[in-house]
């Protein structure tokens, strides 16, 4: 299957779109890698090793791809599918790196057919901080990697059976669902932790503003939650923009929970909490 992807092009060159550049060649993957990016980003990642070549207008950089990845935010995804669908090579597969899939999927499904095929993409392999400067050859290893195909059929055709191949070879764990699922996980397991740790940060910041929180005193524990705090808001406006209303069922959920610990404080009820939190964490553990 891997022979059969010989030219892949990566269009945005930050934290995913780097890792895969260097994943293929610290794998041995024999493919020519073609980026797209600002001039400034295609000239570090030339220098680094983490393209072959590479094209700032991103038509340029699809055209002859066997595989187009295309890891920009969400909101730019959405403005390059109509746009790959003529420039892209009928016998291309597109997949994509977004946070969110059912808006995607959905706008790929208006627009693509399958000459190029569109597959839904997403490797659960971020950290809290994004650009191609924190990119890693190591990013995917042992990481699950979402898949979200547009019908059911076309798990059989052969580029995407190619391209859940070459995800193994790179170390990660394809997983395959409906992309209405995934955003909905996703707003549970990923969105609203890092609203959670931004908005713990935030309180914090304006609290030590006003009465003195001597900072001094933050261990582990506070470092450890407000990690992905650490992550820019202008990957975090799309995402937030196209899953609007699981976050907002995911924060209302929270928001219950924490009302309800709150009255909880003093009486054994809390303890159950407590529990069922440590048999999720073991839960975790045993899914690694």
């Not at 969105?191 to 503003?209: D, F, K, W």
Request: proline share 5%; net charge negative.
């Amino acid at each position: 299957m891997e022979t059969q992807l010989r030219r892949i092009t990566i269009i945005g060159l930050g934290l995913i779109g780097g890792s895969w550049g260097l994943a293929l060649k610290e794998r041995g993957v024999k493919v020519r890698r073609v980026g797209s990016d600002r001039p400034e980003v295609l000239e570090r990642a030339l220098a680094v090793g983490v393209v072959d070549e590479g094209s700032a207008d991103p038509l340029a950089a699809a055209r002859d791809a066997d595989l187009i990845i295309l890891a920009t935010p969400v909101g730019a995804i959405l403005d390059l599918l109509p746009q790959l669908k003529v420039a892209a090579s009928p016998r291309a597969l597109v997949t994509d790196v977004g946070s969110t899939k059912r808006l995607i999927c959905q706008r790929a499904r208006e627009i693509f057919g399958d000459e190029p095929l569109f597959l839904g993409g997403h490797p659960l392999a971020g950290k809290e901080r994004s650009g191609l400067e924190n990119a890693s050859a190591a990013l995917f290893e042992d990481a699950r990697y979402v898949l979200t195909p547009l019908l059911p059929n076309h798990l059989g055709d052969e580029r995407v059976q190619a391209f859940s191949a070459l995800v193994e070879k790179l170390g990660a764990k394809p997983f395959v669902t409906e992309a209405s699922t995934h955003d909905r996980a996703m707003a549970f397991l990923s969105h609203l932790p890092q609203l959670v740790s931004t908005g713990l940060a935030g309180m914090i910041a304006e609290q030590g503003a006003e009465d003195f929180l001597p900072l001094e005193l933050a261990a582990s524990g506070f470092r450890d939650v407000t990690r992905l705090a650490e992550s820019p808001y202008n990957l975090w406006r799309d995402i937030c923009l196209t899953n609007i209303e699981n976050i907002q069922s995911a924060l209302e959920s929270l928001i219950e929970k924490l009302e309800a610990m709150k009255l909880h404080l003093s009486g054994r009820e809390l303890e159950r909490d407590f529990r069922q939190a440590l048999k999720l964490r073991e839960k975790l553990r045993e899914l690694k």
